[in-house]
């Protein structure tokens, strides 16, 4: 027997979805502590819920995948409208020292994941979806690329419940890694500030920001724009042996139109109302993905997947303290940056600076390194992602 959810129903669903994560979220100090997704909370226990019934009295739930690919598309297209070409004269050369750094890893990390995968005797898409497309790409990423290998069985159960293992260990990993490089080499300040957050105004951090009416209908528009001219590019545009997913259209698409507007002082976008379109998107979108899974694909694949991780872990460690570090200076903010770049290179941005937070909070303000990791986690590192995933599927097929 299957129920099929209409749009409505299907919105209603992953707000119902969403609330019964963050019900749990508060509940459950590791789980802020981690910052575990309030979607994957309360869409992992929905699975469950819809596991049992699928296998046990074979009652099918399935949800509306258009509405849950709008959300998909409408998330990639603020990520675009967020990079902005001016942002690139704040930061000056640690920025494209550390996207460069960045970038590399990615390389590294999808190598990883296709070498362990091939090993263990898995498909080497396995091992991209272990790699940079979830581990730097996080949870949306992940669920949009295993998508596209829809003849991969277990394909969205594995992308998510790697996102998912990354996001845990890279909030894990991030402080003890930059907290024994602070204290191996030395670096603790010796003004140490109390109050970060006071330092980082006026850096463009925590400047107050009115998310107006005005502003968030200037974003819905500019999304909605990327969104349709992202479709028709990947209606008209083709590349031969080389398929490119229409959420790369849309993205590429965005980045165009936001910095068309850019060039005009009454067009200039609102960062929070960008990240409040984002955060929307990205949530009920998360909502839906998590609480279609079937996880009983997951028996067969989670030791094997769960060993490509590990090692993602352990090369991830041996990088940032060794190139990342080094390259960006051996000082307290190339420590800082270190526990940010294991933050989002196996997890997400928001882990980032929950890392970058701990440390600061206990060694001094850093307010230079925030603002390279968030220019860098935050838009330009899923922009470069999205070229080098493109890269290694031309590779491996």
């Known amino acids: 027997m299957v129920f099929l959810l209409d749009q409505t129903q299907t919105f209603l669903a992953s707000l119902v979805v969403f609330f019964l994560g963050s019900l749990i979220h508060a509940r459950f100090y590791g789980l802020r502590k981690f910052n575990i997704p309030e979607p994957v909370i309360g869409g992992i226990l929905v699975a469950l819920v819809f596991t049992f019934v699928r296998h046990q009295f074979e009652i099918q ?3 509306d995948m258009g509405v849950q690919n709008q959300l998909m598309y409408a998330f990639f297209a603020t990520v675009g409208l967020s990079a902005r070409f001016s942002l690139f004269k704040n930061g000056g050369k640690a920025i494209f020292t550390f996207l460069s750094v960045a970038v590399f890893y990615l390389v590294i990390q999808n190598l990883i994941g296709v070498s362990v995968a091939s090993m263990v005797g898995l498909d080497p898409r396995f091992g991209l979806l272990a790699g940079s497309i979830t581990l730097s790409g996080g949870h949306a ?5 295993a998508a596209q290998f829809h003849h991969l069985e277990g394909a969205v159960e594995i992308a998510l419940a790697c996102a998912t ?3 845990v260990l890279g909030g894990i ?3 003890p890694v ?3 490089l602070i204290a191996r080499n030395d670096l603790a300040p010796s003004d140490k500030v109390n109050d970060p957050d006071e330092c980082l ?3 463009g951090f925590n400047e107050p920001e009115l998310v107006t009416t005005w502003s968030t209908f ?3 528009f500019l999304c909605l724009l990327a969104m349709v001219s992202g479709d028709l590019l990947s209606k008209f545009v083709h590349f031969e042996r080389i398929l490119v997913p229409e959420f790369i259209w849309i993205l590429f698409s965005a980045i165009f139109w936001t910095n068309i507007a850019a060039l005009h002082p009454k067009t200039q976008l609102q960062d929070q109302s960008i990240e409040l379109v984002n955060m929307i998107s990205l949530s009920l979108f998360l909502s839906l993905a998590m609480m279609g899974l079937d996880l009983m694909e997951l028996v067969n694949l989670a030791l094997p997947v769960l060993a490509i991780v590990i090692v993602q872990v352990v090369a991830l460690v041996i990088f940032t303290t060794q190139v990342t570090f080094r390259l960006l200076g051996k000082d307290y903010d190339a420590a800082v940056i270190v526990s940010g770049h294991c933050g989002f290179g196996l997890g997400a941005t928001p882990t980032a600076l929950a890392n970058m937070e701990s440390i600061t909070n206990r060694y001094g303000a850093a307010p230079s390194a925030i603002f390279v990791v968030l220019m860098v986690g935050a838009f330009f590192i899923d922009i470069a992602n999205a070229l080098v ?5 031309g590779w491996v097929g």
């Open 389 to 393: 995933i493109q890269g290694f599927l």
């Open 178 to 180: 930059s907290q024994w």
């Open 173 to 175: 990993i991030g402080g």
């Open 201 to 203: 105004k006026g850096h």
């Open 61 to 63: 739930i399935v949800r």
């Open 218 to 220: 200037q974003v819905l």
């Open 141 to 145: 990423t992940g669920a949009s690329y």
């Open 165 to 167: 293992f990354g996001l």
